[in-house]
Every structure is written in C-alpha cells, then in structure tokens.
T-cell receptor, first 113, second 114 residues
Framework: KQEVTQIPAALSVPEGENLVLNCSFT??????LQWFRQDPGKGLTSLLL?????REQTSGRLNASLDKSSGRSTLYIAASQPGDSATYLC????????????FGAGTILRVKS | NAGVTQTPKFRILKIGQSMTLQCAQD?????MYWYRQDPGMGLKLIYY???????DKGEVPNGYNVSRSTTEDFPLRLELAAPSQTSVYFC?????????????FGPGTRLLVL
C-alpha cells in the first residue's frame, strides 16, 4: 500500500531563509507527484506537478525535485516570506491505487517577520 | 468562474442524524472527488466520479453515499452520522491536460458530530 510521509511535520523559520520540505513515498510506481498549499480554513491549491519522467519543476521561488527510484521529493522555497506561511502537502498518483492521489499529512510552515 | 463551491461551510450534527454535503463545479470537469481530512492527517478519498452517472468507492467509503446526476453536481450523503465522521470534507474536480491531471479544490465543509 502506498504511504506518503512528510518531514518535518512543522517548521518555523525567519523571513528570508531558504528552506526545504521533504516528501517520501513507499511505492516508486507512480505517474506523477504534486505539491499543494493549504491555507487555514481553505481548500488546497496546486503548486507544482512533476511527471514521473521529470527530475524537477520550478515556479517562481519554488522548486520541486523528484527522485522516483529512491521514493523522494523535495520542495525548495527560496527567500521565504511571511506570506508563504501555510501547510504544504505532497501527493502521489500511482499505479497501485487506481491512479488516484495519495496524500501525505503535510508540513506546517511558519515564516516569521 | 466560481470554480468548486461547497455548502455548508460548517455544520453540527447529532449522532444518528443525516445530511447532504453539496458540491458544484462550473468548469465542465468530468472527474469529481470527495475527500476527508482529519487533524494532522492527509486527505483520504471517500468517493469519486469519472462522469455523470458513474461513481466509485475510494479508500474510506463506509457511512457515505454519493450520486452524480449532472456534470456539475456531486453531493455527498451521510446516513446515521457518527462521531468518527467529524472531519473537514473537501470536494475537488479535475481535468486531464497535456501535463497530467490537475485537481481544483473547494473551500471545505467542517462537520462536527456530537
């Protein structure tokens, strides 16, 4: 059964720091991996989608990498800002679970001004 | 476009009561999903639909029912509410594009069963 783990569960950093969020998954037979942002009391917003054949995707200050063989992905946030404070979830879409998303529990990020 | 809308935003139910969580999307997406999110946990799939008239179970379907009579609407029915169904419920819709499937989420319904 596919399991997705995110480390750390929570992270607090001062404004301006570069930071890395980690996501690991147990079954490497995936189609793609997606990073989402969730603000308190709100739904999820897709940040980056990485296909299994890709190594990384970039959007502005965000860079996500994927190492399918080792079952790992990282989300790199450059020059963090207080507005980046949110919960970040990763989800994988794999063969085993009928092509449906399996989510990690998320990393709660707080960027202090 | 309003995107994905959900009603109500918040509801308190007594044990054994029933209710329907509403979800609608105006993006003409074929795929729609219902998830629940418990505190400190990831989202778990309850039911999904690949088009009007077609629904299927996800990972945690027990205690829920769905229907999909139109492309736009995908209501989730709770029969005989139990405290274990206290959660935040998210509806999502998606399309499959050149770069894979992109899901769009509603703002969620917070449900408390007492």
């Amino acid at each position: 059964k596919q399991e997705v783990t995110q480390i750390p569960a929570a992270l607090s950093v001062p404004e301006g720091e570069n930071l890395v969020l980690n996501c690991s998954f147990t079954d490497s037979a995936i189609y793609n991996l997606q990073w989402f942002r969730q603000d308190p009391g709100k739904g999820l917003t897709s940040l980056l989608l990485i296909q299994s054949s890709q190594r990384e995707q970039t959007s502005g200050r965000l860079n996500a990498s994927l190492d399918k063989s080792s079952g790992r992905s990282t989300l790199y946030i450059a020059a963090s800002q207080p507005g980046d404070s949110a919960t970040y979830l990763c989800a994988v879409r794999g063969v085993e679970y009928g092509n449906k998303l399996v989510f990690g529990a998320g990393t709660i990020l707080r960027v202090k001004s | 476009n309003a995107g994905v809308t959900q009603t109500p935003k918040f509801r308190i139910l007594k044990i054994g009561q029933s209710m329907t969580l509403q979800c609608a999307q105006d993006m003409n997406h074929n795929y729609m999903y219902w998830y629940r999110q418990d505190p400190g946990m990831g989202l778990k799939l309850i039911y999904y639909s690949v088009g009007a008239g077609i629904t299927d179970k996800g990972e945690v379907p027990n205690g829920y029912n769905v229907s999909r009579s139109t492309t736009e609407d995908f209501p989730l029915r709770l029969e005989l509410a139990a405290p274990s169904q206290t959660s935040v419920y998210f509806c999502a819709s998606s399309y499959v594009g050149a770069f894979g499937e992109t899901q769009y989420f509603g703002p969620g319904t917070r449900l408390l069963v007492l």
